[in-house]
């Protein structure tokens, strides 16, 4: 028989995170060898789990969830989503203007499947959450990354931002507390982002999972209050906030010139449609978890398991010589960089395999996250301080042998 063949719609589409590297830890894993693994923002396996009150809220509701629900989502999940924006400043936002998914993942790629003709552009950051990347691949455009300033704490340069608009480029995606650089846009960057949309006519798209996972001082402002003369499409969801990932509940928000965009939402509804309905199971959380106490505060709070593990982990990294690292303000990640001058890597995926094989930690390289140069990792911090103790040493010991 002949081979069979992926789809030509692959080529260029990658997601290194759950990558070959990935494969070889399995490998290892079956072979009896411990991995101590800091690649996946999934905040369950490390005992950071959901609120008691979700999940009891859910099984009690389940018998009611075993229909499909509407292919925009359930009116109770809808309508938390739409008070939580008005609470956030978007106040004209509808419960019309909101669309649950399996994730955001899904969401992500629903909204470029139904926006992008062959060939239209997107500009994503760079570093960036991959998945963005690979839908825009995946839905025949182009991603056109901006870069992002580790000088400036690693806010998007939006010279360079600029410089990378053509006549087709459509959008622009801001990821707000960014994955991986924990990076929180202040409003005055988010402001000027927004001008060069504008000036652009480009729908923009906010990607906001990590809204409330916030550390020191950094306050997050939401993208779509700051105007209501452009399109946005903001994201967010439970698998992070509260620790529910397998859930697979997330949701999108229409807002402010809805009107320019009939069309495109049009497009939108009908990929909801065609995919029937989010998993209602996830659904059913989404209220009690934006209405209840919000336990994610205890975990960032000085005192709290997220906090004391990002103090850890950003010490214990900056103490390896040639190793630097801005310390992120959000999020669950630290995307640290290797001098090239001490270290002067040619291939960041081998590295990663090296680490692997010969200390059994498992991250993910800079370059999956669509960074240009093969001298970044990026690593998760929710591990037990314990567990990230123990990474760091053995950490710190593979970087002393690449120093000989
Ligand atoms: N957006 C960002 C920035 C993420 O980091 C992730 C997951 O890591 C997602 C979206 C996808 O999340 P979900 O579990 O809602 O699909």
Known sequence: MKP????????NVCYDIRGPVLEEARRLEEEGHRVLKLNIGNPAPFGLMAPEEIIQDVIYQLPDGSGYSDSKGLFSGRK???QYYQKRGIEEVQIDDIYLGNGVSELIVMSMQALLNNGDEVLIPAPDYPLWTASVCLSGGKAVHYLCDEQSEWYPDIEDMRSKITDRTRAMVIINPNNPTGAVYPKEVLEAML?????????VFSDEIYDKILYDDAEHVCTASLADDLVFITFNGLSKTYRIAGYRAGW???SGNKFAAKDYLEGITMLASMRLCANVPG????QTALGGYQSINELIAPTGRLYRQRELAHRMLCDIPGISCVKPKGAMYMFPRLDPKVYPIKNDQQLVLDLLIQEKILVVQGTGFNW???DHLRLVFLPREEDLHTALTKMAEFFER???
């Open 372 to 374: 240009p140069n093969p």
């Open 402 to 404: 690449l120093r000989k």
């Open 80 to 82: 938390a989503v739409m």
């Open 4 to 11: 069979v063949l992926k789809s030509n719609k692959l080529h």
């Open 283 to 286: 659904q059913l959380a989404i």
């Open 195 to 203: 001008q060069v949309a504008r000036e652009h006519k480009l729908i």
């Open 252 to 254: 999108m928000v229409v």
